[in-house]
């Protein structure tokens, strides 16, 4: 076994602080990584608090994972000591069903193993990216094209493949019309990517205040919700709609911006469930979906996609023991765009 050093939440009432716990070793077909950054993703504190309930704990949160490959099994093809490497959302999955052989892992039927907070096939519990190292099976893990910075990929294993999935699936490109609801931590990479695919794009806050980002990011339009004529002069106007926020929003409100045929894409899970009139999805024969991550072969096309693109994350880069401060700054939506853990004081 080896010995990891990092940062837990004991309860979900406990702030986080150190941690030592032990990897398995690898084995013929484990890739092992030490891991340098670790992107923080909101849905790490609704986890370590048990915002959603089924919080296991001990927890090492952490899902937007890059590091140097340490050491490889027997058995391992795509990986090599000291190639850039990254872990996302999940380390594992069925690998037998039609959502996993059809590269959908996402969607496991049996589901898929969660980076933290899940439940190896052994029934040993994940830990996640607030570690010095972590140990994965070489087909659950992705390649760090050069050109992406180690510390501005991170958040790409989240933020990037949960926005580039449905800007892809949905047609994003030239000629549509999305917008993006939100400017935070997906909202920010879903603009970057909606952009680089050749959409025009337009980003929907609730005050003007990060317009001038917005436009730097690519967006572009900004209108403020906050103004109730932002909803008349836009009304029947988009094809695509990601509502990248956890906050209640009248979804009926914001249906209305589509086109005939448009689709509204749920990104973002909010505390309570929000009521949708029927009339709004039937008038204008109107979707409203949603969106989870993608699967290992997606994941790596978005990471390639960006690097051909030369995207990656707006990053504030913090040490792991501001991780607690770094929480409650993110709730206050204090960060352009994520908070990615520099881990090089574990090692």
């Known amino acids: 076994m080896i010995k990891t050093k990092a940062f837990a939440a004991q309860s979900a009432t406990q702030p986080l602080s150190p941690f030592e716990f032990s990897r398995r070793d690898p084995k013929e077909n484990d890739v092992q990584i030490e891991i340098q950054f670790c992107g923080v993703c909101h849905s790490d504190i609704h986890q370590a608090r048990n915002e959603w309930g089924g919080s296991t704990f001990p927890m090492v949160p952490g899902h937007e ?69 972590i140990v994965v099976d070489e087909k659950y893990v992705l390649r760090i094209p050069e050109s992406i910075p180690m510390d501005a990929a991170a958040p790409l294993l989240c933020a990037g493949i ?7 699936h949905w047609n994003a490109g030239p000629g549509k019309k999305v917008a993006v609801i939100g400017l935070g931590g997906l909202g920010h990479m879903a603009v970057k990517i909606a952009h680089a695919m050749g959409a025009e794009v ?37 094809d695509l709609i990601l509502n990248s926020v956890s906050a209640e929003i009248d979804l009926n ?82 960060v352009r765009y994520r908070f990615v853990i520099d881990l090089k004081s574990l090692h």
């Open 162 to 168: 949960t926005t580039y999935s449905p800007l892809k």
């Open 202 to 238: 337009t980003v929907l806050s609730q005050s003007l205040k990060k317009k001038d980002d917005a436009k730097r990011l690519g967006a572009d339009h900004f209108y403020a919700t906050s103004d109730a004529t932002t909803f008349e002069k836009l009304a029947g106007n988009f």
């Open 253 to 334: 409100a914001y249906l209305g911006l589509l086109k005939i045929d448009g689709t509204m894409v749920l990104l973002g899970v909010p505390d309570k469930p929000a009521p949708v009139s029927a009339f709004s999805l039937i008038f204008g024969r109107k979707n409203l979906s949603g969106s989870l991550i993608g699967g290992i072969k997606e994941t790596q096309e978005m990471l390639d996609f960006c690097a051909q693109h030369k995207l990656a994350s707006d990053i504030e880069l913090i040490p792991i023991q501001k991780i607690n401060e770094a929480y409650e700054r993110m709730i206050k939506g204090d």
């Open 65 to 133: 994972i890059v590091g140097i490959v340490k050491s490889v099994g027997s058995n391992v093809k795509k990986f090599k000591l000291g190639d850039r490497v990254g872990v996302g959302c999940f380390v594992d999955s069925c690998r037998t069903c039609a959502s996993c052989t059809s590269g959908l892992e996402q969607f496991c039927s049996q589901g898929m193993v969660g980076t933290y907070n899940g439940t190896e096939k052994d029934g040993s519990p994940t830990y996640g990216g607030y570690s010095s190292q």
